[in-house]
């Protein structure tokens, strides 16, 4: 069961072109996240949105911006690719009311830039 | 940074235990430790949390130090396909802090 999908799954695309990469989840949760992973690391916090009102910047946000359109649905932008975003992307949500703050993730987003 | 420190790989045996540590010495009174793991390109997937007591469920078991300074995942009767990425996380409960995921502990587990 698909409760958090990510669109498009894989994408290749070229130095200076702006992608967006997007989510929607099923779930019903306020809380979306969006991570990026470079081959042996970890995940990286991009952007977060606690509700449709809320944006905050994680750790690495330069060089992409978000949108939360509405609760089940949150964008990930590069205005301007560059080869170093090559990278997998995901995509979380999460329940505040969640005794567990368990965050669900969707399959990934696998950018290369060229 | 993250708040944790795993050694990046081991390997055990098809059908032992596999005891996956964590340190997380600077870890706060309402910080819980979590543990994720991701196999191969998926998204990371919840194992088990905990706060100071042991606990377990259906995927594993979590033994907390008294200090609460380190942990350990356990894997009562590794399989090969938990095979992973396993992620140690301390956060809060509330929600309101992002997890923030380390580089975690390569677990290969050989037939």
């Known amino acids: 069961d698909a409760d958090v999908t990510q669109t498009p799954r894989n994408r290749i695309t070229k130095t200076g072109k702006r992608i967006m990469l997007e989510c929607s989840q099923t779930k019903g949760h306020d809380r979306m996240y969006w991570y990026r992973q470079d081959p042996g690391l970890g995940l990286r916090l991009i952007y977060y949105s606690f509700d449709v009102k809320d944006i905050n910047k994680g750790e690495i946000s330069d060089g992409y911006s978000v949108s939360r359109q509405a609760q089940a649905k949150f964008s990930l932008s590069l205005e301007s690719a560059i080869p170093n975003q090559t990278a997998l992307y995901f995509c979380?949500?999460?329940?505040?009311?969640?005794?567990?703050?368990?965050?669900?993730f969707g399959p990934g987003t696998r950018l290369t830039v060229l | 940074d993250a708040k944790t420190t795993q050694p990046p790989s081991m390997d055990c045996a098809e059908g032992r235990a596999a005891n996956l540590p964590c340190n997380h010495s600077t870890i706060s009174g309402n910080e819980y430790v979590y543990w994720y793991r991701q196999i191969h390109s998926q998204g990371p997937q919840y194992i088990i949390h905990?706060?100071?007591n042991n606990e377990t469920n259906e995927m594993a078991s979590l033994i907390i130090t008294e200090d609460r300074k380190s942990s350990t995942l356990i894997l009562p009767h590794a399989t090969l396909r938990d095979t992973a990425v396993y992620y140690c996380?301390?956060?809060?409960?509330?929600?309101?802090?992002?997890?923030?995921f380390g580089k975690g502990t390569r677990l290969s587990v050989i037939a």
């Open positions: 996380i301390v956060a809060r409960n509330s929600g309101n802090t992002p997890l923030v």
């Open positions: 979380a949500t999460s329940d505040p009311d969640d005794t567990y703050n368990e965050q669900f």
């Open positions: 905990g706060l100071k």
